[in-house]
């Protein structure tokens, strides 16, 4: 087994039926309410980051719009741990909606907490010697997001630092030394260069653009756990037809390929 842990938080669409009944009072279809659950997630990431030698997979059970994990726990706003909508600010409730203090816990207690109780769980444990935090990101910067409207990079390698994986003065530790999100980048670059250059999207792997991690990234990469890790997250056009969210025939496959050779070399490159 490889020495590696692999976090999906948002591969899910699920949604329990008790909050999807709530949901549903808007008048929106249920075909049409899973379906832009589905959409907002980061669909088929459980399956790319599937690396089968992976000592750890934590895969999320239920949608980050039941409670986001990539959050930290008490994070309020319109993008927090509890999401009232989507990325294009469509509500997901009734007018007159209110969450309650119960209803928030109950949420974190049944899903949130679970999983990171596995991350660290995975992490005490001594044997990981890196993670990969797997994503999936919309082609274009979405309403709420760093980069409205704006194209993305075919992947982006997130490790908070600069875009060349370097740290920010003042900004904190970066999740993995320089050289080795640089090279994560370039292994990338290589092993899907035909994956990329048939999506037709005009830039490759770029470091820390639009994103320079997350709440799941920074938590694990520094004390008390302090194991190097990296986010990842993979452009859906490279492997989803985005109008009928239907897969593109051997693309997800590919990129879960190019996943495990990856994970090989990182803990091959490890001092």
């Excluded at 997979?57 to 726990?73: C, G, K, M, Q």
């Excluded at 444990?125 to 980069?147: N, T």
């Excluded at 994986?165 to 990338?188: E, F, K, T, Y």
Aim: hydrophobic share 40%; net charge negative.
């Amino acid at each position: 087994m490889l020495p590696l842990l692999v976090s999906t938080p948002h591969c899910s669409g699920h949604v329990p039926y008790w909050l999807l009944a709530r949901m549903l009072q808007t008048g929106e279809g249920e075909t049409a309410l899973k379906r832009r659950l589905f959409k907002e997630g980061d669909p088929f990431t459980d399956v790319i980051f599937n690396i089968p030698d992976a000592e750890v997979i934590v895969n999320a059970p239920a949608s980050r719009f039941v409670a986001d994990l990539n959050r930290e726990r008490s994070e309020g706003g319109e993008n927090g741990v509890i999401k009232l909508t989507d990325f294009e600010r469509r509500a997901f409730f009734p007018t007159g909606y209110a969450l309650s203090d119960s209803e928030r816990e109950t949420r974190l207690s049944l899903y949130y907490d679970p999983y990171h109780a596995a991350l660290e769980k995975a992490l005490a444990s001594k044997r990981i010697r890196f993670f990969l935090d797997g994503h999936s990101m919309v082609s274009h910067g979405p309403a709420i997001g760093p980069d409205q409207g704006a194209p993305r990079p075919a992947l982006c390698i997130a490790n908070f630092g600069d875009e060349d994986g370097d740290p920010v003065p003042g900004a904190g530790p970066v999740s993995c030394p320089a050289p080795l999100a640089q090279g994560i980048r370039d292994q990338l670059a290589k092993s899907l260069k035909p994956l990329i250059a048939s999506a037709g999207l005009p830039e490759g792997p770029a470091l820390n653009r639009p994103f320079d991690g997350g709440h799941i990234l920074r938590k694990y990469s520094r004390a008390p756990f302090a194991v190097p890790g990296v986010m990842i997250e993979v452009n859906r056009a490279l492997y989803l037809d985005e109008s009928t969210l239907e897969p593109i025939p051997g693309k997800v496959e590919a990129l879960a390929k190019a996943m495990g050779r990856l994970a090989g070399w990182i803990l091959e490159t490890l001092p």
